[in-house]
């Protein structure tokens, strides 16, 4: 019998083992900036794979329960979560994954700050990270229009104490619609100069958290449409601990993201505080879809570098056909793809991050608030979907060992696919993409884009590179203006959105390749940016009626309907 083992992979310092994350910290903020966070990552990096890491993996053994009824048959509708969420929690506000946004120690640069942090957390927090980009987004929902609830709740998202830390849930999908917030069915009736909300809501992610936000029509508003829905604020428990109520119907029982608390609730007479004024909710939580939207965003490009770091790790351990799977050429090439993709995600992450901090700074220039707008849906979306494709690939190169639970591999993958649907699926995302396109800002971005990737100063085969991302936004913005509007338009969303985000990946690895030309990393930078714009850039897809006709008969083809 064999005595051997197989060794597992195992992860260093997350920080200072990711020297892309470090260059391009080192390229987006100014060097004292840079000095001044780098002692706090390299520490954060440590953590990411120590007390983090345990924490998460306890809490992700020990699931989060529904106790309906106490033992005399009370109905307390309490969540047990276990100890170690409650420490992901503490660590996560002690490293101010919320807080450094609006301490703006930094001013625009602070967004940059929080993200790399973020992006740095994520991956070890057993989705913890979804209640704190949801809190993130609350906090700036509340900054721009809480009146009152800025002196009372808003100081408590943005605490770095953790007794009084809260962190915010985000109440927005019903029975009746998803992503299609215009069925929201939920009543608001005034109360004693509040509200008292009744319905349900049937997908509420982090609801041991103390507040959420959500969406309501005020009693005699028109029963549809999104002009009619108003924000509000609940607080979920009473001081005794007592939900206020609201009923538990259950526990969600998900493919992935298992420790973290998902619920179906009843709202009956649950007490509410509106935000701003009454009706146009939907564009007062504009604010909150964009950070969480980036904050998507950064735990997808987080996701793909802890999968490969893992993928790479055990490459090099694990020998097949007298070599390690590192030195085989066909292995190796397809973890190199993989280091593509995380480098395009985590450039596409960091310069959203750059024009958030711009913006809440106002500091934006016309060209950086288009361009937010139109990137926004786009890197959400892309990142989402390559998160899946690479936690896929890892799963396989792990063969056997990717598919075994306990090895912690098959996890990649079932927590990745839900990236595509937070935030808004990525047909829906391409649909606001068009929306976008028609106030304006594609074409104000083109121009913005057309102008940085003029200004790239390379030399050699990358000056074929930087003439690729000049025509890929060529093509795109022709693309877009020969469209039109209608069905044909709609079906080829997609391709476009995946467009802009891969040439504007292309762009800013050009415009790293160019920064970091004479530093000890140029060839890998300069190789990085020289197989990507070798890609396709735009797999636009033309689609006519012809088009539109073919497909219903395909489907028609499935059903006889």
């Known amino acids: 019998m064999s005595a051997f083992y197989q060794q597992g992979p195992t992860l260093a310092n997350q920080y200072t083992d990711d020297p892309l994350l470090e260059q391009l910290l080192r390229h987006r903020l100014p060097a004292s900036v840079f000095e001044e966070i780098r002692h706090g990552l390299t520490t954060l990096g440590g953590r990411a794979v120590t007390e983090i890491a345990a924490a998460g993996e306890a809490a992700e053994a020990d699931?989060?329960?529904?106790?309906?009824?106490?033992?005399?048959?009370?109905?307390?509708d309490r969540i047990e979560t276990p100890a170690a969420w409650r420490t992901l929690e503490r660590i996560a506000v002690e490293e101010g994954l919320v807080a450094t946004a609006y301490e703006r120690r930094h001013g625009p640069w602070s967004r940059v700050h929080q993200f790399a942090r973020f992006y740095l957390y994520a991956p070890s927090s057993a989705t913890f990270s979804c209640p704190l980009a949801m809190t993130d987004g609350a906090a700036r929902c509340?900054?721009?229009?809480?009146?009152?609830?800025?002196?009372?709740?808003?100081?408590?998202?943005?605490?770095?104490?953790?007794?009084?830390?809260?962190?915010?849930?985000?109440?927005?999908?019903?029975?009746?619609?998803g992503s299609d917030v215009a069925e929201t069915a939920t009543v608001a009736r005034p109360s004693g100069g509040r509200f008292s909300l009744h319905g349900i809501k049937w997908f509420t992610s982090a609801t041991t958290s103390q507040m959420a936000l959500t969406l309501?029509?005020?009693?005699?508003?028109?029963?549809?449409?999104?002009?009619?829905?108003?924000?509000?604020?609940?607080?979920l428990r009473d001081?005794?601990?007592?939900?206020?109520?609201?009923?538990?119907?259950?526990?969600?029982?998900?493919?992935?993201?298992?420790?973290?608390?998902?619920?179906?609730?009843?709202?009956?007479?649950?007490?509410?505080?509106?935000?701003?004024?009454?009706?146009?909710?939907?564009?007062?939580?504009?604010?909150?879809?964009?950070?969480?939207?980036?904050?998507?965003?950064?735990?997808?490009?987080?996701?793909?570098?802890?999968?490969?770091?893992?993928?790479?790790?055990?490459?090099?351990?694990?020998?097949?056909?007298?070599?390690?799977?590192?030195?085989?050429?066909?292995?190796?090439?397809?973890l190199a793809d993989l280091e593509l993709e995380c480098q395009a995600a985590?450039?596409?992450?960091?310069?959203?991050?750059?024009?958030?901090?711009?913006?809440?700074?106002?500091?934006?220039?016309?060209?950086?608030?288009?361009?937010?707008?139109?990137?926004?849906?786009?890197?959400?979306?892309?990142?989402?979907?390559?998160?899946?494709?690479?936690?896929?690939?890892?799963?396989?190169a792990f063969g056997g060992a990717g598919y075994i639970e306990d090895t912690g591999v098959p996890r990649?993958?079932?927590?990745?696919?839900?990236?595509?649907?937070?935030?808004?699926?990525?047909?829906?995302?391409?649909?606001?993409?068009?929306?976008?396109?028609?106030?304006?800002?594609?074409a104000d971005a083109i121009t913005a884009l057309r102008q940085?990737?003029?200004?790239?100063?390379?030399?050699?085969?990358?000056?074929?590179?930087?003439?690729?991302?000049?025509?890929?936004l060529e093509r795109i913005a022709q693309y877009a203006g020969r469209q039109g509007r209608g069905a044909a338009r709609e079906a080829g969303a997609r391709g476009l959105a995946v467009s802009v985000a891969r040439t504007t990946a292309g762009l800013l690895m050009l415009e790293h390749a160019a920064w970091g030309a004479d530093g000890p990393s140029a060839d890998a930078t300069a190789i990085a940016a020289r197989r990507w714009c070798a890609r396709n850039l735009t797999p636009l897809t033309e689609v006519d009626e012809v088009d539109l006709d073919?497909?219903?008969t395909l489907l028609r083809s499935q059903t006889g309907r």
């Open 216 to 235: 309501a029509r005020i009693e005699g508003s028109p029963p549809a449409g999104t002009k009619s829905l108003s924000l509000f604020c609940v607080e």
């Open 239 to 334: 001081p005794s601990g007592a939900l206020h109520d609201i009923r538990i119907l259950r526990l969600k029982d998900k493919l992935g993201t298992r420790a973290l608390p998902t619920a179906e609730l009843a709202l009956e007479g649950t007490p509410a505080a509106l935000v701003g004024d009454a009706g146009h909710g939907v564009a007062k939580i504009a604010s909150m879809f964009s950070i969480t939207r980036i904050a998507n965003a950064c735990a997808a490009a987080a996701g793909m570098r802890r999968a490969l770091a893992l993928a790479c790790d055990y490459a090099r351990k694990r020998r097949a056909f007298g070599q390690r799977l590192i030195d085989l050429p066909l292995h190796a090439a397809t």
């Open 142 to 177: 509340l900054e721009l229009h809480g009146g009152p609830l800025r002196a009372t709740i808003y100081p408590r998202l943005v605490t770095r104490d953790p007794e009084a830390f809260w962190t915010s849930g985000q109440w927005m999908t019903e029975r009746t619609g």
């Open 63 to 76: 699931p989060p329960r529904h106790v309906p009824y106490d033992a005399w048959g009370r109905r307390v």
């Open 452 to 472: 940085r990737i003029q200004g790239v100063s390379v030399r050699g085969p990358l000056t074929a590179s930087v003439a690729s991302v000049a025509q890929a």
């Open 550 to 552: 073919d497909t219903q």
């Open 346 to 396: 985590c450039h596409l992450v960091f310069f959203l991050a750059e024009l958030l901090g711009r913006d809440e700074c106002a500091v934006a220039m016309p060209a950086d608030a288009a361009l937010l707008r139109m990137l926004t849906p786009v890197v959400k979306l892309y990142t989402a979907k390559q998160a899946i494709a690479v936690a896929s690939e890892v799963v396989e």
């Open 412 to 442: 990649l993958l079932r927590d990745a696919q839900v990236l595509s649907i937070w935030e808004g699926t990525t047909n829906v995302l391409s649909l606001d993409v068009l929306r976008a396109i028609d106030g304006g800002a594609l």
